[in-house]
C-alpha cells in the first residue's frame, strides 16, 4: 500500500513550556481531535482499575486498622513464640513493651516460668529458685520453687555452708522437715563462730536459737568469753559491765512499761481510733473505706489500725475488724483465743495463748521458727518482733543491725526502724536518735520517731525538717500513736491530744476521754499519842 492510502498517525508534543524530559507521547489518529471521549471498552476498562484501587486501598486500610487494634495481641502472640524458643531475655524485652499491665505480668511470669525450667533441669538451682519465685503462683512455680531450694539447701549443708543452708531452709517455712533442718545448720553455724573466737556473733546466734539442744549453754559461754569473765551470768551485765544501780535503773524502768496502757490507741493514714474503759472504741477521720464504722462494737480490750482498715481485740480472744479489705486484712472471723493484736497497712496480726501468730493481708510472713515472744509490731511491709532474751525479729533484714540487742521494743515503717533498749536507750538503722534516754515507748514512722519519755514528755526525731511536727508542749503522757500524717497521746487523765496534718479530721479528738484515773488515796492523818 502506498503511503497515501495508509491511515496516517501524528505524533503530538506537548506544549514547549510544558514540556519535561521524558513525558509522555499522546497518540491519536489525525482524524480525531485530542481530549476526544474514550471508545466504550477504555471507560468499562478505567472503571475497573478505579474499583480496583479503591478495593486494594480499602483492603489495606482495613489489615491497617485490624492491624492497629490487635498490636497488642500480635506482640503478645510473638512473646509467646519467643518463650517457646527459648530465648528468654528477647522475650523480656519484647514483654516489656506491651501496654496492658496485667498482660505483661503474665507473660513475665510465664517467661520467669520457662527460663526456671530450663536451668532447674541444668542443676543450676541458685538460679531456678530465684526465677520461680519471680513467677509467683503461675502454674505450679511455687511448689517447684519449694523443692529447688530444698534442694539448694541440701547442698549447702553437704558442703558445710551452713549459714547460706539456714537461710535457704528457713526461708521454706514449713515445708517437709526445713524447719528441724534450718535449727541444725543455724546450731551448726553457731558453733563454727563460737570455735573461731567470734563471741559476739556466736552468743546472738545461740540465743536466737532459744532452747535448741545446748544453745542457752552457749550462749552463756560465747557471752562469758566475750566479757572474759567466766563467773558472770546475766547477759547484759556481760555485754555492758552493768553496775547495780544500773540494773536497779533498768528494774524501774520495765516495771513504768508494763504499767502503760496497752492497744488503747490506733492511728492509720488518714483516721484514729482509741478504746475506752466501757471497752467502744471511738474513732474520727476518714471513712471513706469504713474504717471508721466502729460504733457497735463492744467488750473491746485492744484496737489496731492499718492504712485504711481498724481491728479490734475483744474480751473473748476473738477479733472483729472493718473499712478496706483489698487485700484480706479485715479477715479475721474465725481467729481464735488471741492474746495480742497488731496491724501494718495492709496486714494484720494476732498472737494466740500458745503462742501461734496468726496473720492476714498483703504481705505472707515467714515466722514458723520464732519463739519465746516478748513484742511484736507490724512495720509497712514487714514484721518484728523482740523475743524474751532481748533479740531482733525480722522478716526483712534490713531493718536491723547489730546494735539491735538487749531489746524490749522494737518498731519499723517502711524502711526505717527503732529498737528500744531494757535501759531506755534507742537504736536506728538510719535516724539520729542520740541524745534520747529513759524512754518507755516509742513508735516508728516512715518521716522519723515520736518516743514517749521516763517523764511523761514525747520526743521527736525526723529525717526532713518540712515532716515536723511538734508535740514538744505535751506532757503526762501514758500512751501514744503515730502515722505519717499525724500523731496522738493520751495523758494520765484520760484525755487525748493530736497534732499533724488534719485533712480529714483524723486530729478532732479534743472532746475524747478514754478513762477516768483512779483517786489517789488521800495519806491517813497520823494520831498524835496522848501523853
Known sequence: MSEQGRQPHQVIHPPEENERKNATLIWRKRSAPVGSAPRGSDRAFIRRAL???????????????????????????YAGILISRGEYEQAERWIEKLDDETVKDELLRQ???????????????TEAAALYLAAGDYADAVSRWQDATYRLAALYEADGDYLEAGEAFDSLGDYLDAPDRGDACDYAYALERLEYGYYD???????????????????????????ENEGAGDLVSLLVGLTDEQLAARAELKTERDTLPKG???????????????????????????????????????????????????????????????YGQCDVSKWQNVVSLYAGAY????????????????????????HNLSSLSVGDYALCGVMLNGSALTTSASLVTDDYYDLVALDAASANSIGLKADGALVSNGLDVSGLS????????????????????VEARFYNASDAIDVSGWSNIVAISASSTHVVGVTAEGRVLSAGWNAKGQCEVGDWVLFTPEPTPSPEPVQTPEP
Open 51 to 77: 474499583s480496583g484501587s479503591l478495593i486494594v486501598v480499602l483492603v489495606l486500610t482495613l489489615i491497617g486498622y485490624l492491624a492497629y487494634r490487635n498490636i497488642s495481641s500480635i506482640k503478645q502472640a
Open 111 to 125: 517467661n520467669y516460668y520457662a527460663y526456671a525450667l530450663r536451668l532447674d533441669d541444668a542443676g543450676k538451682l
Open 201 to 227: 556473733e556466736a552468743m546472738r546466734l545461740f540465743y536466737a536459737l532459744g532452747d535448741y539442744e545446748q544453745s542457752e549453754e552457749y550462749a552463756m559461754q560465747s557471752a562469758a568469753a566475750l566479757s
Open 264 to 326: 488503747i490507741l490506733a492511728t492509720g493514714y488518714l483516721h484514729t481510733v482509741a478504746r475506752t474503759e466501757q471497752g467502744t472504741v471511738l474513732a474520727t477521720g476518714s471513712n471513706l473505706s469504713g474504717q471508721c464504722n466502729v460504733t457497735d462494737w463492744s467488750n473491746v480490750v485492744s484496737v489496731a489500725a492499718g492504712a485504711y482498715h481498724t481491728a479490734a481485740l475483744l474480751g473473748d480472744g476473738t477479733v472483729v475488724a472493718c473499712g478496706s479489705n483489698q
Open 347 to 370: 496486714n494484720t496480726v494476732g498472737v494466740t495463748s500458745d503462742g501461734t501468730i496468726l496473720n492476714t493481708g498483703f504481705e505472707v510472713y515467714q515466722t514458723i521458727k520464732w
Open 438 to 457: 529513759d524512754i518507755l515507748a516509742i513508735d516508728c514512722t516512715e518521716n522519723g520517731l515520736f518516743a514517749l519519755t521516763h517523764d511523761g514528755k
